[in-house]
């Protein structure tokens, strides 16, 4: 089943991908990491034409995208990395002889096993969900239905919504329950309703890929044709009640506190005494509607389709949510729609990282305990704490200086910034896996009973404190966040690695690369979303009217650089959809940079071969940010991904520092030069 992504659910800021490796020759690698490898650059080209290319071209030129990925780059590099170090692991685990039933090892060792043991899922195939789809055959009544949808997400599928616990956005000590829209196997509203070019074709591929999945149950292709168009007929329903990407960007639209009683009022013939009933809730007290006219919508479709079709959905929902874990025609016809039609991948990764993806979901931080005690020297983490403190100190004085604030705001965004919480490697309380069960001859029983599992502990939660310890990422994600109802940024151990952080580069490298990244984060708490929460985490605005419109005015300025920034000659990056990423990267660079020149303390380090410190470290920058990507992968990132790709990440935003300007002589003569008066200084 699909995992709930709670993090993305609550739009929390992400940063973006990551990895690590294990034998002896590769640490050896690894300590020879080079800062700035010269051999990667493209020094026919001019920094001011193309600073992405300049840094990159010869990386990119050297490293073609392998078939299994849609997009190659620092991020892939070090995620694949650390597959290899995480597949150590669990051979090591999966070797205890002393692994009790019960234990982790075994979790771990079953988990994987199950996953990798192709026979008997091959010889189980549709089978594998032959009682879900009887089950799904025999329900009599509507009542069935919604029953049903309750029992899906108990199993932890996201069956037409998602429902979860998460902090209450305006009393964010408390958790509460959350209603999310859902239920589109397309992913995007717009894909429905548009008629692009490209929204129609991907539509046609989609109900050839809903009929072929009708024919893997068992279906006759004219029976099956039949249920793709109704998937289609329902979903495209489901898309016009739901709100898009950008529309769900506002916090305070997807604040919509109700009791049951309100809820009942506001989607009357959907059976929510049913629904919570099965769920083992009768009574979730006040719970949130993220979006109402979703959840409003939900009750005349209810009506509106029969008996059949909603049968028909379930079923499609079943099989969407298993396809990966069971027999190999429904993963190859799987990734045929989403990974070729969608990403232009032309390869599926081998199934050992595939299972090892989801072992190291289903027990993340049991294999994060691991994989910190032998990946994540405790050295790394003291230099982080320094960096992080520094990065905060010239946050601080930057805000100071702002001249486009109040001294009152100026203040409080001072006592945000000085209140933001700071998590480093792994969690200081590990997750207590012991309530999950794993077998050893079921891969599907066990991604679902790992489902449960999380899907109990949100159940659990509800009208509880926020636990504040816990973390939303694995320590072996190559990742960062900002969570802006715990006012805190987070970053895993996976990401504290070269490029990002190298502790043989030069501090002007690592400025540019984790400083940025950890820059990039802090500014979330002060994008055009997380400025509207305060510095306890609640949605309440503590700005004034002018600060907010001359706010308002410097981040226009930014999403127009963004909207007129051409990608594969006539794609555009949407400025508004990335703006909150754009904003802090922009952020995330200044800061940085400032940071960088207070621990010089005044002394200029001499050039390393050839190029100054401030070269370095916008150098060092665009190297996190080299990148490959197919051309479907990087279309439908443009519609779907709030961040800006690798190349717009590189060119716009250090064009806005004078800083930049100066250190590469960059002139009006040069393409992607911004006259001043154009330049967006914001934080
Ligand atoms: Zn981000």
Redesign the pocket.
Known sequence: MKKMNFFALAAI????LGACENTKKVKEEKTMTKAIDLASMDKDLRPGDDFFRFVNGGWMKENPIPPEHSTYGAFIILYEQNQEDLKQLVKEVSAEKDANNGSVSQKIRDFYNSGMDTIRIEELGVNAIRKDIDEINALKSKTDVQAYIAKTHKAGASTLFYFFSSADQRNSSMEIANFYQGGLGLPDVDYYLNDDDRSVKLREAYSIHLAKMFQLMGDDKATAIKGAATILKMETSLAKVSKTRLERRDPIANYNKMSLAELKELSPDFDWDIYFTTLGLPDPGDMNVSQTDFIAGLSPLMKQYSLDDWKTYLLWSLVDGSATYLSNDFVEQNFDFFGKTLSGRQEMRARWKRVLDNTSGALGEAIGQLYVEKHFPPESKSRMITLVENLRKSFAQRIAKLDWMDEETKKKAIEKLDAITVKIGYPDKWKDYSKLNVVADSYLQNVRAANTFEFDRTLEKIGKPVDKSEWGMTPQTVNA??NPTNNEIVFPAGILQPPFFNKDADDAVNYGAIGVVIG??MT?GFDDQGRQYDKDGNLNDWWTEDDAKRFADKTALLASQYDNYTILDSLNVDGQLTM??NI?DLGGLNISFDALLMSMNGNKPAPIEGYTYDQRFFMGYAQVWRQNIRDKELMRRLKEDV?SPGEARVNIPPFNMDIFINAFGITADDKLFIPVQKRAYIW
């Open positions: 800021a992400l940063l973006l966040y900002y990039h984060e979330h909150g990423e802090a961040h």
